[in-house]
T-cell receptor, first 112, second 118 residues
Framework: SQQGEEDPQALSIQEGENATMNCSYK?????LQWYRQNSGRGLVHLIL?????REKHSGRLRVTLDTSKKSSSLLITASRAADTASYFC????????????FGKGTLLTVNP | NAGVMQNPRHLVRRRGQEARLRCSPM?????VYWYRQLPEEGLKFMVY????????ESGMPKERFSAEFPKEGPSILRIQQVVRGDSAAYFC????????????????FGPGTRLTVL
């Protein structure tokens, strides 16, 4: 398995519902980030959480980090059709703070 | 302030040809990173460059792939004698001069170049 694996692989919800995506990793990390990628486009940085933080909020996003379980979750509240995208977690660890390791992503579909 | 620019956005090559992918970082950014995304996969780190220096190329295939970031002009990822397995999306990211210590500099991603090898 690779560092940074998201689940579920795909998630389909109705507009207005909350969406929760999970990410697990294997080695100790410096920080964990979540990115969004719309179909055929580049990545947009959503939020970064450091290894000494447990929870972080940004607008409708809430990220948690449990270093004892080596896992993180991304919650999107009150989802909108425009939230439809793939979501990736990325970790950096050790002295290579710049080297991001991405999971395969969760494809979120928000139906209007 | 324009974002990270990559060109071309789409590139089609026949097996054995060369592919040259260009990346212009954001203004004021002196660090460039290249990642490759295979279909249905996450991004994989390839190389980290500063102006005129390769800092970490641990993710680059040993043969046919090279990268540069000259003093003037964009960063170039060059793939010689392409094969079908090179078909992927190649993303470039940039960041400003790094902060001292373990602090992290956010990487800003370009829209990617989608390479198709026939």
């Amino acid at each position: 398995s690779q560092q940074g694996e998201e689940d579920p692989q795909a998630l389909s919800i109705q507009e207005g519902e909350n969406a929760t995506m999970n990410c697990s990793y294997k080695t100790s990390i410096n920080n964990l980030q979540w990115y969004r990628q719309n179909s055929g486009r580049g990545l947009v940085h959503l939020i970064l959480i450091r290894s000494n933080e447990r929870e972080k909020h940004s607008g409708r996003l809430r990220v948690t980090l449990d270093t004892s379980k080596k896992s993180s979750s991304l919650l999107i509240t009150a989802s909108r059709a425009a939230d439809t995208a793939s979501y990736f977690c990325a970790t950096s660890s050790g002295g290579s703070n710049y080297k991001l390791t991405f999971g395969k992503g969760t494809l979120l579909t928000v139906n209007p | 302030n324009a974002g990270v620019m990559q060109n071309p956005r789409h590139l089609v090559r026949r097996r054995g040809q060369e592919a040259r992918l260009r990346c212009s970082p954001m203004k004021g950014h002196s660090h460039v990173y290249w990642y490759r995304q295979l279909p249905e996969e996450g991004l994989k780190f390839m190389v980290y460059l500063q102006k005129e220096n390769i800092i970490d190329e641990s993710g680059m295939p040993k043969e046919r792939f090279s990268a540069e970031f000259p003093k003037e002009g964009p960063s170039i990822l060059r793939i010689q004698q392409v094969v079908r397995g090179d078909s992927a999306a190649y993303f470039c990211a940039s960041s400003p001069p790094r902060l001292a210590g373990p602090a992290y500099n956010e990487q800003f991603f370009g829209p990617g170049t989608r390479l198709t090898v026939l």
